[in-house]
């Protein structure tokens, strides 16, 4: 996920895709416990795309308390 498709979501895509991102991460990290992972790789990447979703929000956030 790039950092523009992030900045064009509204905030309720922005929480259900974090919540998606969250149960897919959590399915990795079992899998990661019990078996092999197909792609280990992912596991960073989805990381990332949360960080990237956590920062958008609390930019919005904060540009709202500002106005």
Known sequence: MKANEVHKMSDEELRQE???????????KSQAVTEKL?????L???RKDVARIKTEQRTRELSAKQS
């Not at 974090?18 to 990795?28: A, H, I």
């Open 18 to 28: 974090e919540d998606r991102l969250r149960r897919r991460l959590f399915e990795l």
């Open 38 to 42: 197909e792609n280990p790789r992912e």
């Open 44 to 46: 960073g990447e989805i």
